[in-house]
């Protein structure tokens, strides 16, 4: 208690004077907290010749109390390192919480082994050699730890997916953001706001979609149909040119359409009294080029990634007239929001054709 009011109140009171974050880190951990102990260690050291009958006894737990304090701060400190990391730039590309915990995993067993050798007064090579014997039970007793620490080589080495990254592992009922990656567990928050934890090496044996390529491509696509009565479907007459003539945007496509028409028809001399001779332009088709012709100068839409107005199959629901295209933002609520706008729109206006 007196080492903390004599050292350790000034020491926290220098620190929180500063205008660097990084000591608040070491603070916060309570590393001086625990270093402190050393004090009070060092003074029963000094009695220890009071107590020669026991000095033995007296010495080995002292020291072993020593490399037990040691061992704790040299932790914390790890732990230190790590929340400093995660503040820095390269924490969104590269995680160390795994290797981190790896370290002071390797760090404890020999604190463990040291403590052991201090009070029995062994060699540490007898232990080790106690140990090799139980090889095969620790490789089955740390299977998990091993796995778990490829599988965190495997997510830095080939970046596969990092903290805020928005993962679909589905055989696990993940889907949302990572964030957490530890050593033996991935934390993933889904949409929903409950949590999924996923051990580390069964989810990189498994197959899993990460969408930050979306995100890093700055498009998200819209892929959706609009299914059409079959019925409906028909051939122009002058009421309806008249009709799509109004149009703005089907303006350039009529013109180019019409000459183009007109040309193959003269061409081969078809006589156009008859429905079933010549081309002829037909509603769905015109429908198909209003659709180009408004996405096209719809702001939302990325002008530069896949653009594709398409006819599927026909099925019992009618004839799908998808839409594959992609917007510019990749916001879910945006997207979500271009998407049902441009959908509105369509469905109010197939009515016109």
């Known amino acids: 208690l007196a080492s903390k009011i004599i050292i350790l109140k000034p020491i926290n009171s220098?620190?929180?004077k500063t205008k660097t974050k990084l000591?608040?880190?070491?603070?916060?951990?309570?590393?001086?907290?625990?270093?402190i102990y050393l004090i009070p260690l060092l003074i029963l050291y000094n009695l220890e010749g009071i107590f020669s009958q026991y000095s033995i006894i007296i010495h080995r737990i002292l020291n072993s109390i020593f490399v037990l304090i040691i061992l704790i701060c040299i932790n914390v400190l790890l732990s230190a390192f790590g929340d400093i990391y995660n503040r820095s730039r390269f924490s969104r590309r590269i995680h160390i919480k795994g290797y981190l915990q790896v370290v002071k995993l390797i760090l404890f067993i020999m604190g463990i082994l040291g403590i052991i050798t201090i009070l029995t007064g062994q060699s540490p090579v007898y232990l080790l050699s106690g140990?090799?014997?139980?090889?095969?039970?620790l490789m089955l007793v740390f299977k998990d730890t091993i796995l778990s620490f490829v599988a965190t080589i495997q997510i830095n080495s080939n970046d596969l997916f990092k903290i805020g990254d928005w993962v679909d592992a589905p055989q696990f009922g993940a889907d949302g953001d990572v964030v957490d990656i530890a050593l033996h567990t991935v934390k993933i928050q889904n949409w929903d706001k409950t949590i999924t934890i996923i051990p580390t090496h069964k989810l990189i044996d498994s197959s899993f979609k990460n969408w930050r390529g979306m995100t890093?491509?700055?498009g998200r696509r819209i892929k959706r149909a609009i299914y059409i009565d079959i019925s409906t479907i028909r051939f122009w007459d002058e009421e309806l040119l008249r009709r799509f003539q109004q149009f703005d945007l089907l303006q350039d496509y009529l013109e180019s359409k019409l000459k183009e028409v007109d040309n193959s028809n003269q061409t081969v001399?078809?006589?156009?009294?008859?429905?079933?001779?010549?081309?002829?332009?037909?509603?769905?088709?015109?429908?198909?080029?209003?659709?180009?012709?408004?996405l096209k100068n719809h702001s939302d839409i990325h002008d530069e990634m896949t653009f594709l107005i398409r006819q599927l199959p026909p099925g019992e629901k009618g004839l799908p007239m998808e839409i594959y295209v992609f917007t510019n933002d990749t916001d879910w609520v945006?997207?979500?929001s271009i998407q049902s706008d441009i959908?509105?729109?369509?469905?109010?206006?197939v009515s016109e054709f």
């Not at 000591?23 to 270093?35: A, E, M, T, W, Y």
């Open 334 to 336: 945006r997207y979500e």
């Open 14 to 16: 220098w620190f929180r």
């Open 23 to 35: 000591d608040d880190i070491f603070l916060q951990s309570g590393f001086f907290n625990r270093l």
């Open 269 to 294: 001399g078809a006589n156009l009294d008859q429905m079933i001779k010549g081309r002829r332009f037909t509603n769905i088709g015109t429908f198909r080029a209003y659709i180009k012709a408004f």
């Open 131 to 137: 140990i090799g014997a139980l090889t095969a039970v």
């Open 343 to 349: 959908f509105d729109h369509l469905m109010a206006i």
């Open 216 to 218: 890093d491509s700055g």
